[in-house]
Nanobody, 125 residues
Framework: VQLQASGGGLVQTGGALRLSCVGT????????IGWFRQAPGKEREFVAN????????MYADFVKGRFTISRDIAKNTVYLQMNSLKPEDTAVYYC???????????????????WGQGTQVTVSS
């Protein structure tokens, strides 16, 4: 499955964006789909993921209550709804996938095999 991320942009502090990650070339089935982000000069960090078959989300502590990950089976798409955005949320956001869910939660970048291109999110103060 190839991943296509989109939806980034420039917003003011407190604003919202919805990122999309579309899977093409196959269905997500038993995949784990994750969102990561990378700010300039920083390591890529886990944001959220979802176990496609069980619709079970997991979040990094710094986004709990602000971001929501969801899926649309018909569109083979995972969304990341980002509310109450802060300047520190500025980063390139990537979606990633692994064809089989790993025990342990899949919160590390090395847990994923496939990556989409990034989409830039910029939050102005």
């Amino acid at each position: 499955v190839q991943l296509q991320a989109s939806g980034g942009g420039l917003v003011q502090t407190g604003g919202a964006l919805r990122l999309s990650c579309v899977g093409t070339g196959g269905s997500f089935g038993n995949y784990g789909i994750g969102w990561f982000r990378q700010a300039p000069g920083k390591e890529r960090e886990f944001v959220a993921n979802i176990r496609w078959s069980m619709n079970r989300p997991m979040y990094a502590d710094f986004v709990k209550g602000r971001f929501t990950i969801s899926r649309d089976i018909a569109k083979n798409t995972v969304y990341l709804q980002m509310n109450s955005l802060k300047p520190e949320d500025t980063a390139v956001y990537y979606c990633a996938a692994r064809s089989r869910w790993l025990v342990g939660g899949m919160s590390k970048a090395d847990d994923y095999n496939d990556w989409g291109q990034g989409t830039q999110v910029t939050v102005s103060s």
